[in-house]
Every structure is written in structure tokens, then in C-alpha cells.
């Protein structure tokens, strides 16, 4: 095994040039697929975030008075997946208004009344999907007195439409950065293979085995995948030092989520991917090669 880490490193500086735009093509497409999958790892943190603590806002109609809360109350708690409920009479609501309006501003002076309706925060259990929302607010629909509600069911909608769209051009992109990366590195293993063709001739007039002229070009693809899987983890490490503070702070207060980077299992798991891509392109080209 060390003569064949010799060989192998002999090989990777004789041909600097081939393995190193190997490396990079390798970087690029790690890099590709990591970004996509800490897009994926956050988005998912918001969704089970949000599905741990749904909140739906129901506004009461006119008719609504104080004396009617303790009935209305056990009516929301009724329902299945309700877990804290909290009125909110309109006077709270306009002072609410008030402190997140900017004080020095003189709208809310001119009104005469209180044009606000009283409400009710309603906290749910954890949900599954989003449909389980969907049908907890249509049920809620049909409780006297009941005016409105909103969940935030216009921009929810359309933020899954966009995560599945997202989700099926990750797969997409990454699948095709992996086959590229994938050519490029069993084409580099065939060059390399081409250039130490009277060795390896050699080498077989002698009594070599198949395994002593393979390992060495194994170790080559191996160290390839992880070298280029490595660069790629650096790069986006580094992108995300240097953008995750704005995005954090201009985000937090929509999405209730800091932005992290990836997780150890993800790192491990993407370097053992490029690893094995390094090996597998090597496989390729040498069963092609070597029969």
C-alpha cells in the first residue's frame, strides 16, 4: 500500500495540470450541491419551526362582546389541533398599533373610534402539512362570530410552490454537476492510464497483478474526490462567513430562524460522496482499460 501511495503521488505531480482542473471541476460541483442542500437544511428548519408553533389569527365580527369569550373559548378549544388560545380585545390591538407605528406620527390621533376588531392568537399542535392547517382554519370558519381568519395561507401557498420547485432543480443541477464531475475525473484517470502505458506494459510482461496496476490509479481518484469535496466545503464555508451575518439579520424577524451552516453529518456525508465520485470515475475508466 505505501509503494502504490508512491506511485500515485508520483502520477498526481507528473500530471499537475489534468488532476488539478479534476480537483476543481469536483470543487465546483460540491460546491453546487451543498449550497442547495444548506438552502434545503434551513428552509426545512423554518417549515418545522412553523409546523411546531402554527399560528392562525381569527378577527371577530361586530356583534362579538366580552360576555361571549368563555363560549367561544371552549368552542376553539374543541377543535382538534388547538393548543393555546389568547384573546386580543381591540383596545390591546389599537395600543399594539400604536407602539409598532412610529410614535412621532399623528395618523392614529385623528381617529375617532376604534376602528379594530377584537381576535383571537390561537396556537395549534404540531402539523404535519400544510392542508392540516388548511382544514383546521375552514372549521374555525364556521364558528359564530367568526369573521375572518388568516394564517398567512396567500404567502405559505406559494412559499411550498417555490421550496418543491427549488427541490426538483436542486436535484436536477446536482445530478448533472455530478455526471460532469464524473467524466472529467474517469477521462483524467484515462489520460493518466495513456501516459504510463509502457510502464503499465511493463509492469504486466514482468508478472504484476491487475490489483498492483490498479491501486495506485484507485488512490488517485480517491484523493481527487476528497481534495475536490474539501475545496468545495472551504468555498462555501467562506461565502457563508462573509453573507450569513446581513441574511441572518435582515431575515430573523420573518423567519424566527437563524441561518446556520451545515451540519457535521452533512459535511461528513458530502466529502464521503466526492470520495467515492473520485473512485467510482476511476472505476469506470479502468474497467474500460484493463480487461
Not at 31 to 50: H, K, P, Q, Y
Not at 59 to 87: A, H, W
Not at 153 to 166: D, E
Not at 274 to 286: A, E, M, P, Q, R
Request: some cysteine.
Amino acid at each position: 500500500m505505501r509503494r502504490a501511495f508512491k506511485r500515485a503521488y508520483a502520477d498526481i505531480r507528473a500530471n499537475k495540470f489534468l488532476h488539478i482542473i479534476t480537483i476543481v471541476t469536483i470543487a465546483l460541483s460540491i460546491l453546487v450541491v451543498s449550497t442547495f442542500m444548506l438552502f434545503f437544511e434551513n428552509i426545512s428548519r423554518v417549515v418545522a419551526a412553523w409546523n411546531q408553533g402554527g399560528r392562525v389569527m381569527t378577527y371577530l365580527d361586530e356583534d362579538f362582546t366580552v360576555d361571549m369569550l368563555p363560549g367561544l373559548n371552549s368552542r376553539i378549544k374543541s377543535l382538534d389541533r388547538t393548543k393555546q388560545v389568547f384573546f386580543i380585545s381591540k383596545d390591546v390591538a389599537l395600543d399594539n398599533l400604536k407602539e409598532d407605528i412610529n410614535a412621532s406620527s399623528g395618523f392614529l390621533d385623528t381617529l375617532k373610534g376604534n376602528p379594530l376588531p377584537h381576535s383571537m392568537d390561537i396556537r395549534l399542535k404540531a402539523v404535519e402539512s400544510f392542508s392540516q392547517v388548511k382544514d383546521f382554519a375552514e372549521r374555525l370558519k364556521k364558528i359564530d362570530h367568526v369573521a375572518e381568519v388568516e394564517y398567512g395561507q396567500k404567502w405559505l401557498g406559494k412559499f411550498m410552490n417555490v421550496y418543491k420547485l427549488f427541490k426538483f432543480a436542486g436535484y436536477a443541477i446536482s445530478s448533472l454537476f455530478f455526471l460532469i464531475a464524473l467524466f472529467i475525473t474517469a477521462n483524467t484517470v484515462r489520460l493518466a492510464f495513456f501516459s504510463r502505458k509502457e510502464e503499465i506494459e511493463i509492469m504486466r510482461l514482468v508478472g504484476a497483478t491487475e490489483g498492483f496496476i490498479k491501486h495506485p490509479f484507485y488512490l488517485e481518484g480517491l484523493i481527487q474526490g476528497a481534495a475536490g469535496g474539501l475545496a468545495g466545503i472551504i468555498i462555501l464555508a467562506v461565502t457563508y462567513l462573509g453573507l450569513s451575518s446581513g441574511i441572518s439579520s435582515s431575515l430573523s424577524s420573518y423567519m424566527f430562524v437563524d441561518i446556520r451552516f451545515l451540519s457535521v453529518k452533512y459535511i461528513i456525508t458530502i466529502l464521503a460522496a466526492s470520495t467515492c465520485l473520485g473512485w467510482v470515475g476511476c472505476y469506470i475508466s479502468l474497467k474500460q482499460l484493463i480487461r
